[in-house]
T-cell receptor, first 117, second 111 residues
Framework: GAVVSQHPSWVICKSGTSVKIECRSLDFQATTMFWYRQFPKQSLMLMATSNEGSKATYEQGVEKDKFLINHASLTLSTLTVTSAHPEDSSFYIC?????????????FGDGTRLSIL | QKEVEQNSGPLSVPEGAIASLNCTYSDRGSQSFFWYRQYSGKSPELIMSIYSNGDKEDGRFTAQLNKASQYVSLLIRDSQPSDSATYLCAVRKTNAGKSTFGDGTTLTVKP
């Protein structure tokens, strides 16, 4: 089945650091990838839709300058949390779908647990 | 009204029972429907996809879709403690669009 690889799994860093998270589709091409954030015991929250070769589409209330998204190829999207602060600590999950096949579901990466000290 | 609604639970069933998870959606034009399972601290994993009215079975799981009623359900037969997780319903309108997720139903299967 479709595999989405996300790296790193865990990040612990100091306040003010910028953190980059990578999301790769391993066996399919994804013109669109999705970035979610999830706080403990809360629902998935869609942050943005990453579009290959163009600007990402951000959900209402998500700061574009805070969460930089780059989708430079059909298999790689990156999320950079700039100048991270403790309130940015969360579980970040990427998701991708094989756009080349009709009706395909989204598959999720294993997530990145970000802790800002 | 949320686009995708699920009972938050928690839903508790004894081991071996049938667990029934329900989901309603608001957009009548929705075409694709998915069920995901999310264990605590992990990311969601796909369990079932369903696209046409009726039942679709895969092992102990059965997805049921009724587009007229805008309702999709997931039945888990012979529930096991390892089925204890949060189950997310997702709905998508078009092939190019994003899936909209419900808030999830937490299931506990008691030994």
């Amino acid at each position: 089945g479709a595999v989405v690889s996300q790296h790193p799994s865990w990040v612990i860093c100091k306040s003010g650091t910028s953190v980059k998270i990578e999301c790769r589709s391993l066996d399919f091409q994804a013109t669109t990838m999705f970035w979610y954030r999830q706080f403990p015991k809360q629902s998935l929250m869609l942050m943005a839709t990453s579009n290959e070769g163009s600007k990402a589409t951000y959900e209402q209330g998500v700061e574009k300058d805070k969460f930089l998204i780059n989708h430079a190829s059909l298999t790689l999207s990156t999320l950079t949390v700039t100048s991270a602060h403790p309130e940015d600590s969360s579980f970040y999950i990427c998701s991708a779908r094989d756009n080349g096949r009709v009706g395909q579901p989204q598959h999720f990466g294993d997530g990145t647990r970000l802790s800002i000290l | 009204q949320k686009e995708v609604e699920q009972n938050s639970g928690p839903l508790s069933v004894p081991e071996g029972a049938i667990a029934s998870l329900n989901c309603t959606y608001s957009d009548r034009g929705s075409q694709s429907f998915f069920w995901y399972r999310q264990y605590s601290g992990k990311s969601p994993e796909l369990i079932m996809s369903i696209y046409s009215n009726g039942d679709k079975e895969d092992g102990r799981f059965t997805a049921q879709l009724n587009k007229a009623s805008q309702y999709v359900s997931l039945l888990i037969r012979d529930s096991q403690p390892s089925d204890s997780a949060t189950y997310l319903c997702a709905v998508r309108k078009t092939n190019a669009g994003k899936s909209t997720f419900g808030d999830g139903t937490t299931l506990t299967v008691k030994p």
